[in-house]
């Protein structure tokens, strides 16, 4: 079993940036496509970003492309997502995910953190 702790989220303006920290624990890190997903009020979650352990296979949504970066750190067993540039629609609580299958669903993953919350004002 896969626990995930995600952090770093909070409040900005417009055009700032935060960085997501996700740790993981009780699995093999190597093993898992890392991904984040955010879910804005009223709407279902979405993809945001995968990456596989070597980096080699990475993938964002396009309403992100360009300002988001994910990175991940296998020896500290932690996924990190970069925002840059942000605007209010990328207000949500964003969730970490961990799964042995590439994907851009929710069906994909098999572990979730408990999410933390991005407020961008305008």
């Known amino acids: 079993q896969v626990q995930l702790v995600e952090s770093g989220g909070g409040t900005v303006q417009a055009g700032g940036s935060l960085r997501l920290s996700c740790a993981a624990s009780g699995g093999t890190f190597r093993r898992y496509y890392m991904g984040w997903f955010r879910q804005a009020p009223g709407k279902e979650r979405e993809f945001v970003a995968v990456r596989g352990w070597n980096g080699v296979i990475t993938n964002y949504v396009d309403s992100v492309k360009g300002r988001f970066t994910i990175s991940r750190d296998n020896a500290k067993n932690t996924v990190y997502l970069q925002m840059n540039s942000l605007n209010p629609e990328d207000t949500a609580v964003y969730f970490c995910?961990?799964?042995?299958?590439?994907?851009?669903?929710?069906?994909?993953?098999?572990?979730w953190g408990q999410g933390t919350q991005v407020t961008v004002s305008s």
């Open positions: 995910t961990a799964g042995e299958r590439y994907g851009l669903s929710m069906g994909a993953y098999d572990f």
